[in-house]
C-alpha cells in the first residue's frame, strides 16, 4: 500500500512551458485535492475532487487545470508556467475528513 | 468564511519542557480542527483531529489538543519536549462533513537540548 504518490520530485521550467504534475492514491479514496505551499503563508487549495469526473476550485485556482478520469489519479496541469507559481505542491486524498497527503512536489519557474 | 490563526510563527522551547502551540479559528458552522506535522522535505502528517464528542483529543506523539468553542481555539500541548518534536506544526479547520481544509501559516518549533 504505497498511500499517496507524487511525480517528479524536483521540476524547474522555464517561464510559459507546460507540464502536469502526477498524484496517485492506491486506497480508494473518493476525495482528493491539490495545494501549494509557500514560506510563511501555510498551504492553499488548489482545485479538489470528490470522485471521478468531478472537479472544482479551491481557494487559488488561476494558473491551474486539473481533471478526474479515474479514482486514482489526480494530475494538476500549469498551462502557461509563471515564477509566481514556484511553490511545494501537495497532493492529498481523504476519508473520514483524515487527509493524507503526499511527499510533494518542488516546483521552480524562473 | 473559515480561517485559522496560529500565534507565533516561530517558537522554542528546551528539552523536557511544556509545548504549546495556539490555534485560534473562524468559522460560520461547527468546525472539524486539525493539526498537523511538517518534517523537513516531508509531507504533512496528522496529529490528531476533532470532529465531535470529547473536546479533549490525544493524538500521536504525546500531544494532544483541546476544542474550546467559547475561545475559539483549539491549542497543542505536550507536557515533555523531545528533540524528535522539531519541526513545522500546521493548525486546520474545515466544515463540519466537509473535507476542505483551511491552513493556518505554520509554527516552526526549535527544541533546545
Known amino acids: 500500500n504505497a498511500g499517496v504518490t507524487q511525480t517528479p520530485k524536483f521540476q524547474v521550467l522555464k517561464t510559459g512551458q507546460s507540464m502536469t504534475l502526477q498524484c496517485a492514491q492506491d486506497?480508494?479514496?473518493?476525495?482528493m485535492s491539490w495545494y501549494r505551499q509557500d514560506p510563511g503563508m501555510g498551504l492553499r487549495l488548489i482545485h479538489y475532487?470528490?470522485?471521478?469526473?468531478?472537479?472544482d476550485q479551491g481557494e487559488v485556482p488561476n494558473g491551474y487545470n486539473v481533471s478526474r478520469s479515474t479514482t486514482e489519479d489526480f494530475p494538476l496541469r500549469l498551462l502557461s508556467a509563471a515564477p509566481s507559481q514556484t511553490s511545494v505542491y501537495f497532493c492529498?486524498?481523504?476519508?473520514?475528513?483524515?487527509?493524507?497527503f503526499g511527499p510533494g512536489t518542488r516546483l521552480t519557474v524562473t | 468564511a473559515q480561517s485559522v490563526t496560529q500565534l507565533g510563527s516561530h517558537v522554542s522551547v528546551s528539552e523536557g519542557a511544556l509545548v504549546l502551540l495556539r490555534c485560534n479559528y473562524s468559522?460560520?458552522?461547527?468546525?472539524?480542527l486539525f493539526w498537523y506535522v511538517q518534517y523537513p522535505n516531508q509531507g504533512l502528517q496528522l496529529l490528531l483531529k476533532y470532529t465531535t464528542g470529547a473536546t479533549l483529543v490525544k493524538g500521536i506523539n504525546g500531544f494532544e489538543a483541546e476544542f474550546k468553542k467559547s475561545e475559539t481555539s483549539f491549542h497543542l500541548t505536550k507536557p515533555s519536549a523531545h528533540m524528535s518534536d522539531a519541526a513545522e506544526y500546521f493548525c486546520?479547520?474545515?466544515?463540519?462533513?466537509?473535507?476542505?481544509?483551511?491552513f493556518g501559516t505554520g509554527t516552526r518549533l526549535t527544541v533546545i537540548p
Open positions: 475532487s470528490v470522485g471521478a469526473g468531478i472537479t
Open positions: 486506497m480508494n479514496h473518493e476525495y
Open positions: 468559522s460560520s458552522v461547527p468546525p472539524y
Open positions: 486546520a479547520v474545515s466544515d463540519a462533513g466537509a473535507n476542505n481544509l483551511f
Open positions: 492529498a486524498s481523504s476519508h473520514h475528513y483524515e487527509q493524507y
